[in-house]
Every structure is written in structure tokens, then in C-alpha cells.
């Protein structure tokens, strides 16, 4: 049997098993999960079993060792049902992927296997008080004290802060090096002694999930904890990791809006007004042609980034095109849906308003949506010089 024959019979298998398992153990509790804020233990025990948190990673370290192509599939997915969900297996392998990448082989046989079965899951830590979109410029500090660093500084905003047992944590080793981004470097740093969570942080949407205040202090960490050993490179490293964290937020914001549309369509055929169903008013069905072909379009631009990523490609570019233009679908058809259930789209009854909560943190996370159109337009100007 051909290579893609195989890939296909066995994303198929994978898409199939992931839907089952989003009908029957998410579906029916995330309504309750969402409004009380809860942390969803029972399916990241699930989530674990099914191998999500080893979706990259692999198969020689215990992952499902899949392409990004058929990851991002499997975020839309989640994202359709209940896009939190994706947030708690999306920053852990962005994680795991800077070690699959570029940790020593050492790094990848001690953590990747304990990061793949969820036995270790964690997440990146990356944004400070002071900064999220401008990283050359954290305080985070990690000074060498004879085998160990010493870090020293505060993260915010950081997914899973609170219900993670380990961190890729940024941080300063050289402080007076230029360009600056050389003297950053990548840590995993495990919860304990001198690094802990130190406040929830309430939100708009993003339920479930836990975003949390993290303190290092005085927080000793040994040298071989420090990803690829070699300090200076840790920026590099974690740019390469947020390609994918671009495509998985794309992908998400697919869920969102193709989630929107599903609703919409649904919702139209069954409301009446004036004696028929609204679908059959023109007003309506211009709203659902506009959000069909979003829906259509971000899914073209995702599937080829992840495809670019998979050959190995730089897909800064087109992470970025897929990223800004589903995410921007997403809060557009979540505002669409709203408004196409009239009142009901403001009831918490209805999943419509969970959509409009959760829509615009895409256009936030994994670099803003203002950042990818700087990244798009410096490629684009590189790409085509005259
Ligand atoms: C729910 C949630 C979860 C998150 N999870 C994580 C996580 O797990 N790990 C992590 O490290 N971070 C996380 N973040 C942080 C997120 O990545 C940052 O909020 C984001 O990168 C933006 O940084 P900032 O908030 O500091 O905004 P700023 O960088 O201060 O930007 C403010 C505004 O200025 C714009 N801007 C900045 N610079 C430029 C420029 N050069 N040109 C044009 N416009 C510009 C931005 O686009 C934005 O509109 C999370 C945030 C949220 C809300």
C-alpha cells in the first residue's frame, strides 16, 4: 500500500476515534464545565489515554508521531466542541516540539517519552508582565552558578500554569549581547522548590483551562535542563515551535467558526418569522454564504501551512496567512451566529455566546493577529525582491 494510502487510512481512523470520544465524554459536559470554569480532569485523564498529548511527538519516544497536517485536523475538532480543549494539549506540544527539535538526545530520551503519555504535561512560558509581543524583551533572568542556573523572574498569562508540572520557560542568559534575541535561552524547569503558579487569572472566555501567574525565585535549575545545552539560542528555538502553535490556533479558529456556521444553519431552518423558517430570508442567507465560505477558506489556508510544515518548509508565511484569516472568521461568524439566533444568541442556554467569548483570544495568542501581518508582509517583500 502507498505511503499516503496508509496516512489517510490511519488519519481517518484517528478523526473517527477523536469523534466518538469528543460525542460521547465531551459533548454532554461542556456546558456545565465551561459556565462553572472548571478544569476538565476526567477528559485530560481521556485525552491522555487517546495519546493527544503525544500527537507530534515521535513514535520512537511513545507519540503518535503524526504530521502536522493531520494534527491540525484533530485541533479543529476539539475546537468545534470545545476549543479549550485544545489550549491544554496545544502548548504542551509546543513544548515537547523544541525538544523533539532541538534538545540533545539525552533531552529527548528523559523527557519525551514522559511528555507523550501525559504522564509530564506543560506548557511554554513566554510572556511577562512587560512584554508578549516584543519576547527580546524579558526580565527573566537565568545566571550560571556552577552546574545549575539560577532563574529569576515573572510569567504571565501562561495556559496550564496552574495544572502543568513543567515549563518551557524563556529567559535572559546574556544581558548585554546584540542583537538581543542571543541571549535568550529555552529551559524546562519543573514545578517545586523556588517556581510555582501564583494566581489564577480570570478571563473573558477560555474556560476550563487554567491561565495562570507563574514566580520563579531563586529557582535552581541544572545546566542539563537548559534545550540543546548550548545557551543563546532559546529565541530560535521557540519561534520554530510557534510556527506550529499558529497552525493548531488556525485550526482552532476553524472549530470556532465552522462551530458558528453549524449552529447558524441549524438555527435558521428551525426559528420562523413571518410564517417561515428564517433560512428562507435573504437577509439570513447572505450571512450563511459569508460564513460558508470563511469556513471553506480558512481550512484551505490552514491545510497548506500544516503541509509546508510537514515537508520541512520555512512556513512563517503561510502559518501566519492561516492564522490571521481564521481567526479573524472566527470572530466574525461567531458575531454572525449571534446575530442569526436573535436573543437566543445572547443566552447562555445556547453555545452561540461561548463562540463570541472564545474568538477573539485567537486573534491574541501565538503572536497577535497585528504581528502575523508584519511577518506576512516581510516574507512577502523577501520572497519577491526586485
Ligand atoms: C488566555 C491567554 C492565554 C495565553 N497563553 C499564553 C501562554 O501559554 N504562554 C505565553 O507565553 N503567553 C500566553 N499568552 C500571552 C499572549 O501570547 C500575549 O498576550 C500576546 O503575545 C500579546 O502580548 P501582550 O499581551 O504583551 O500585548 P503587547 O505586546 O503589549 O501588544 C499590545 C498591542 O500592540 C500591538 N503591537 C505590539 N507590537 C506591535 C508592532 N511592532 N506593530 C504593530 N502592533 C504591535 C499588539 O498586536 C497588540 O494589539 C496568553 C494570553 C491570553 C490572553
Known amino acids: 500500500m502507498p505511503d499516503s494510502a496508509m496516512v489517510d487510512e490511519q488519519e481517518t481512523l484517528i478523526l473517527q476515534t477523536l469523534e466518538q470520544f469528543l460525542e460521547r465524554d465531551v459533548r454532554p459536559h461542556v456546558m456545565e464545565l465551561e459556565h462553572n470554569d472548571i478544569w476538565p480532569e476526567e477528559i485530560v485523564h481521556k485525552m491522555a489515554e487517546l495519546g493527544l498529548f503525544g500527537a507530534i ?18 485541533c479543529e475538532k476539539v475546537a468545534h466542541t470545545w476549543m479549550s480543549l485544545a489550549g491544554i494539549f496545544n502548548s504542551h506540544l509546543i513544548m515537547s516540539a523544541a525538544v523533539q527539535r532541538f534538545g540533545t538526545d539525552a533531552q529527548k530520551k528523559k523527557w519525551l517519552p514522559k511528555f507523550a503519555t501525559g ?5 511554554i512560558a513566554l510572556t511577562e508582565p512587560n512584554c508578549g509581543t516584543d519576547l527580546q524583551a524579558i526580565r527573566t533572568r537565568a545566571a550560571k552558578d556552577g552546574d545549575d ?18 515549563m518551557a520557560i524563556l529567559a ?34 477560555y474556560k476550563g ?43 482552532r479558529g476553524c472549530g ?24 428562507n430570508h435573504q437577509a439570513i442567507q447572505l450571512k450563511l454564504a459569508d460564513m460558508v465560505t470563511k469556513v471553506e477558506a480558512a481550512r ?17 508565511m503561510e502559518a501566519g496567512m492561516a492564522k490571521l484569516f481564521a481567526t479573524e472568521a472566527a470572530i466574525d461568524n461567531s458575531m454572525d451566529a449571534m446575530r442569526v439566533h436573535g436573543g437566543y444568541g445572547y443566552s447562555k442556554e445556547f453555545p452561540v455566546e461561548r463562540f463570541y467569548r472564545d474568538a477573539p483570544l485567537l486573534t491574541i495568542g501565538e503572536g497577535t493577529n497585528e504581528l502575523q501581518r508584519i511577518i506576512i508582509a516581510k516574507q512577502l517583500i523577501q520572497r519577491n525582491p526586485i
Open 57 to 74: 511527538i515521535d513514535e520512537e519516544y511513545g507519540g503518535l508521531g503524526l504530521p502536522c497536517s493531520t494534527y491540525a485536523k484533530i
Open 119 to 123: 504522564e509530564l504535561r506543560g506548557g
Open 149 to 166: 542556573f539560577i532563574i529569576n523572574g515573572t510569567k504571565t498569562w501562561i495556559s496550564n500554569g496552574i495544572h502543568a508540572h513543567v
Open 172 to 205: 535572559k542568559t546574556d544581558w548585554e549581547v546584540e542583537p538581543r534575541h542571543r541571549g535568550i535561552s529555552l529551559f524546562l524547569v519543573e514545578k517545586g522548590e523556588g517556581f510555582r503558579a501564583s494566581r489564577k487569572l480570570e478571563k473573558l472566555g
Open 209 to 251: 483551562i487554567d491561565s495562570a501567574e507563574l514566580m520563579l525565585e531563586d529557582c535552581r535549575v541544572p545546566a542539563d535542563q537548559l534545550i540543546g545545552e548550548e545557551p543563546g539560542n532559546g529565541f530560535k528555538q521557540i519561534m520554530g515551535g510557534l510556527e506550529l502553535g499558529r497552525i493548531n490556533v488556525a485550526a
Open 256 to 279: 470556532v467558526a465552522s462551530a458558528s456556521l453549524d449552529e447558524a444553519v441549524k438555527y435558521s431552518q428551525q426559528r420562523e418569522t413571518f410564517g417561515q423558517p428564517i433560512a
Open 300 to 316: 484551505l489556508l490552514t491545510y497548506r501551512a500544516a503541509e509546508a510544515y510537514d515537508r520541512g518548509e520555512r512556513c512563517d
